[in-house]
Antibody, heavy 119, light 108 residues
Framework: QLQLQESGPGLVKPSETLSLTCTVSGGSISSSSYYWGWIRQPPGKGLEWIGSIYYSGSTYYNPSLKSRVTISVDTSKNQFSLNLSSVTAADTAVYYC???????????WGQGTLVTVSS | DIQMTQSPSSLSASVGDRVTITCRASQSISSYLNWYQQKPGKAPKLLIYAASSLQSGVPSRFSGSGSGTDFTLTISSLQPEDFATYYCQQSYSTLMYSFGQGTKLEIK
């Protein structure tokens, strides 16, 4: 059974960089056809797609966040990561990692991790 | 960017009711429309993909329909465990998969 698990600091200061890692178990992140993505949800609000990465390193970002987002993959550790720079309170959210195919929904999700931006 | 608009934003219904939630895309997305259910403190759960295909393990009281710009999620007979928030998502735009704003289904 595939499992995804987010990890990283739960508190980040304004203007700093938010860094999260998603560890994939029960399957290989290098499997062809699958993309690995990040989605976030501010408290009490809806879901926002952040971006995705293919195991080869090809990335796709939400245009509204593109200038601040970097997603990377480490196939040797079966992990992929999210960096979001210059954070503000508006970036406070539960961050989820998930798996999907091209033009297809996310069928496996992590449990989510709350990141609060505050001094 | 493709905008997804759900209606209603919230809905009160009773156990046994038939419920329909609507999702409209700002441009045609063919059948690249997915529906998720989310309960408080949990990750979203995939219910319907490709507009009308039922995800494995999802009860048959859930169904989806539509194509182009207009889509619906129907729950034929509400069960207590169905009270949750529902989101549509388009997977047509190249790896920029936007969501609707959500529909909160509450007990009347």
């Amino acid at each position: 059974q595939l499992q995804l698990q987010e990890s990283g600091p739960g508190l980040v200061k304004p203007s700093e960089t938010l860094s999260l890692t998603c560890t994939v178990s029960g399957g290989s992140i290098s499997s062809s056809s699958y993309y690995w993505g990040w989605i976030r949800q501010p408290p009490g609000k809806g879901l926002e797609w952040i971006g995705s990465i293919y195991y080869s390193g090809s990335t796709y970002y939400n245009p509204s966040l593109k200038s601040r987002v970097t997603i990377s993959v480490d196939t040797s550790k079966n992990q992929f990561s999210l960096n979001l720079s210059s954070v503000t309170a508006a970036d406070t959210a539960v961050y989820y990692c998930a798996r999907h195919r091209a033009a297809a929904p996310s069928d496996y999700w992590g449990q989510g991790t709350l990141v609060t931006v505050s001094s | 960017d493709i905008q997804m608009t759900q209606s209603p934003s919230s809905l009160s219904a009773s156990v046994g009711d038939r419920v329909t939630i609507t999702c409209r895309a700002s441009q045609s997305i063919s059948s690249y429309l997915n529906w998720y259910q989310q309960k408080p403190g949990k990750a979203p759960k995939l219910l319907i993909y490709a507009a009308s295909s039922l995800q494995s393990g999802v009860p048959s009281r859930f169904s989806g329909s539509g194509s182009g710009t207009d889509f619906t999620l129907t729950i034929s007979s509400l069960q207590p465990e169905d009270f949750a928030t529902y989101y549509c998502q388009q997977s047509y735009s190249t790896l920029m998969y936007s969501f609707g704003q959500g529909t909160k289904l509450e007990i009347k």
